[in-house]
């Protein structure tokens, strides 16, 4: 390594210095990279077929993808969607191609921000990864299964990568301020329980922003009289730029569902009084904002769907607004929902309908509802507005045929929605 090369590792981010090098020091998604997991005996023996790396921000996925090409004996090249078009794809292709044919080393295409690729880029990487030249990783913070070409995806397995727990957090973060060679070690940093607790609390599961925030306290907080830079809770605070909660965590979960509870319960002064505590307290308004949206489905549903509605505007408004004007709008939510009918046919239609797409078995679609430019002797498909809106016809699969997942109660606009018993002979 020369002078300028040492120059910028040194002056990287303290999370890009940190970046575990393998597999034993890697942090998290033991779901996926825990001992005898199918990812870790791929990697181990070098038999990574292409996949993509979904998750949040901060949770591993360039970092596994690292420890990738340093366990294998492949050429490892990187691009970001972002800033790559078909054109580096294609020069990516053909060195790939030209060391597989002249040694016959794969090599690694890492590709960050995937899902912002278009279908012109994915294809174009279509055949070099049947050829086996080419293993595709893609990284994204987006799910590939909506964001992305079918035809990449499909050539993938795809990983799910989740926000990492507390407890990993606080790890990396002990680990930062004890490493001398990369970390923290020579300054002398004590990081206090509280503060770990704050920084693995309102980091949100995302390494990267712990460890900025980490490193930020660091740089900024004058040394004490014994020589040594002291980060206590408040500190920590400052440098996330997140207020502690004024209550511990255990609580602050107890509060939170008292506030799901009251809003099933319809009890608008409760939940009105749960989520304004929980503001005072630190609580991020945009968490019982999601909360009142997955409430207004789960608990109201079709009793009142204008429920969901506020609620989704609700979320919208304190984006836009910002606080306190964004509370109005999150109070007027609360009170529809809390005081709407209440109705759990959609959360139960959900599930069952869940079971089946997870369990059943003949689950083939109908003659007569398959693509018919593709199907040319499919039956005759009735066309409900020929018929004035409806027309009894098989919509399920035959072995589904009998299966109800709706079944609307008598509350609110609901009892509109009761089928009439021709619509299901």
Request: hydrophobic letters at 40%.
């Amino acid at each position: 390594m020369n002078l300028f090369e040492n120059n910028t590792k040194q002056n990287a981010p303290l999370y890009e210095r940190m970046r575990p090098q393998n597999l034993d020091d890697f942090v998290g998604q033991e779901h996926i990279v825990g001992k005898n997991s199918l990812l870790r005996r791929a990697i181990m023996g070098d038999m990574l077929g292409s996949c993509i790396f979904y998750g949040p921000p901060g949770t591993g996925k360039t970092t596994l993808a690292h420890i990738i090409t340093q366990t294998t004996n492949s050429r490892f090249v990187k691009l970001n969607a972002v800033s790559s078009g078909v054109a580096d794809a294609k020069k990516v292709i053909d060195e790939a191609r030209n060391e597989y044919q002249l040694f016959g080393r794969k090599t690694y295409l890492l590709l960050d921000e995937c899902h912002r690729w278009n279908k012109a880029q994915s294809d174009s990487v279509l055949a070099a990864i049947e050829e086996g030249c080419i293993v595709f990783i893609g990284s994204t913070t987006e799910n590939p299964q909506f964001s992305m070409t079918p035809a990449i995806v499909s050539r993938c397995r795809i990983f799910q990568f989740k926000p990492l727990s507390e407890k990993n957090i606080i790890t990396a973060l002990e680990n930062a301020v004890r490493d001398e060679e990369r970390g923290l070690g020579k300054l002398r940093v004590e990081l206090s329980d509280e503060a770990k607790q704050h920084y693995a609390w309102a980091s949100g599961g995302d390494l990267r922003t712990a460890l900025g925030a980490l490193e930020l306290a660091a740089k900024t907080t004058p040394l004490d009289k014994d020589g040594k830079i002291v980060i206590d809770k408040i500190v920590a605070e400052q440098s996330i730029q997140s207020k502690a909660l004024s209550v511990d965590e255990n609580i602050f979960y107890d509060m939170l569902s008292a506030f799901c509870k009251s809003l099933r319960g319809s009890d608008a002064e409760a939940a009105l009084f749960w989520a304004n505590r929980l503001i005072e307290a630190g609580c991020e308004p945009l968490i019982i904002a999601r909360r009142l949206m997955a409430h207004a489905s789960e608990d109201v549903g079709m009793a009142d769907s204008n429920a969901l509605l506020l609620a989704t505007c609700a979320l919208v408004s304190i984006k836009n607004l910002g606080m306190p004007e964004g509370n109005l709008a999150l109070t007027h939510a609360i009170i529809y929902v809390c005081e709407a009918p209440k109705s759990n046919s959609v959360v139960m239609a959900m599930e069952r309908a869940k079971d089946d797409a997870k369990n059943a078995r003949n689950d083939f679609v109908p003659e007569h509802l398959k693509n018919y430019h593709i199907h040319k002797n499919t039956p005759k498909y009735k066309y409900p507005h020929d018929f004035g809106g409806y027309v009894y016809q098989q919509y399920m699969p035959d072995g589904l045929i009998d299966r109800i997942y709706y079944e609307p109660s008598n509350n609110g606009r609901e009892k509109d929605f009761k089928r009439k018993k021709i619509w299901k002979k």
